[in-house]
C-alpha cells in the first residue's frame, strides 16, 4: 500500500528563518506524481507543486524550494526566510492510481507557525 | 478567474436534519471530488464524479450522497448528520483523472451539528 509519512507534526520558527518540511513516501508504482499543498486558517487547499517520478531536478519557486531524492524516497520542501503569511498547515500528497482513477494519499500534514 | 467556489462557506445544521452542501467550478474539469476533512487530519475522499459517472470510496457511509446535474455544479447531501459528521468539507476538481493530473480545491464548508 502507498503511504505518505510526515514526521514533524508542527513547527515553530521566528520570521527570516529558513525551514523545511520532510515527506518521506512508500510506493511499488515506478510511474508516480507527488505534491505539495498549503491550508492556511482559511481552509482551501492550495496547490504548491507536482512532481514526477521521472524528474529529480530539484525546483526553486520565490522563496519556496523542492528536494526530490528517489533514493530515500523523499520530497521535501523549503522555504526561505519565512514569513508570517507562511502560517499553514503544508500537506504533502502521493498520487495513486487504483481502479483507473488517481487517488491522492495525503500524509497527516505539519503545521508551520511563524511567528514576528 | 477560474475556480472551484463552495456554498456555504459555513453551515450549521441539528442532528439528524438533511443537508446539503454546494460545489461549482469554471475550470471546465471533468472530475470532481468530494473531501471530509475533520480536525487536525488530513482530507479523506468521500466519492467523486467522471463526469456523470459516480464513484463511490468504499467506506463512505449511506449517510452520504452526491448529484451533479451539469459539468459545472456537484452537491453533497447528508441525509442524517450525526455529530460526528461536524468536519470540512472540501470539493476538488481535476480535468482528467490521471496520474499527472492535479487537484484544485475549493475554499471549504465548515458543518457544524447541534
Known amino acids: 500500500a502507498q503511504k505518505v509519512t510526515q514526521a514533524q507534526t508542527e513547527i515553530s520558527v521566528v520570521e527570516k528563518e529558513d525551514v523545511t518540511l520532510d515527506c518521506v513516501y512508500e510506493?511499488?508504482?515506478?510511474?508516480?506524481?507527488l505534491f505539495w499543498y498549503k491550508q492556511p486558517p482559511s481552509g482551501e487547499l492550495v496547490f504548491l507543486i507536482r512532481?514526477?517520478?521521472?524528474?529529480?531536478q530539484n525546483e526553486i519557486s520565490g522563496r519556496y524550494s523542492w528536494n526530490f531524492q528517489k533514493s530515500t524516497s523523499s520530497f521535501n520542501f523549503t522555504i526561505t526566510a519565512s514569513q508570517v503569511v507562511d502560517s499553514a498547515v503544508y500537506f504533502c500528497?502521493?498520487?495513486?492510481?487504483?481502479?483507473?482513477?488517481?487517488?491522492?494519499?495525503f500524509g497527516t500534514g505539519t503545521r508551520l507557525l511563524v511567528s514576528p | 478567474d477560474a475556480m472551484v467556489i463552495q456554498n456555504p462557506r459555513y453551515q450549521v445544521t441539528q442532528f439528524g436534519k438533511p443537508v446539503t452542501l454546494s460545489c461549482s467550478q469554471t475550470?471546465?474539469?471533468?472530475?470532481m471530488y468530494w473531501y471530509q476533512q475533520k480536525s487536525s487530519q488530513a482530507p479523506k475522499l468521500l466519492f467523486h464524479?467522471?463526469?456523470?459517472?459516480?464513484?463511490n470510496e468504499a467506506d463512505t457511509p449511506d449517510n452520504f450522497q452526491s448529484r451533479r446535474p451539469n459539468t459545472s455544479f456537484c452537491f453533497l447531501d447528508i441525509r442524517s448528520p450525526g455529530l460526528g459528521d461536524a468536519a470540512m468539507y472540501l470539493c476538488?476538481?481535476?480535468?482528467?483523472?490521471?496520474?499527472?493530473?492535479?487537484?484544485?480545491f475549493g475554499p471549504g464548508t465548515r458543518l457544524t451539528v447541534l
Open positions: 476538488a476538481t481535476s480535468r482528467d483523472r490521471g496520474n499527472s493530473d492535479t487537484q484544485y
Open positions: 510506493t511499488r508504482d515506478t510511474t508516480y506524481y
Open positions: 512532481r514526477n517520478s521521472f524528474d529529480e
Open positions: 500528497a502521493l498520487s495513486e492510481v487504483m481502479t483507473g482513477f488517481q487517488k491522492l494519499v
Open positions: 475550470l471546465n474539469h471533468n472530475v
Open positions: 464524479y467522471y463526469d456523470k459517472d459516480f464513484n
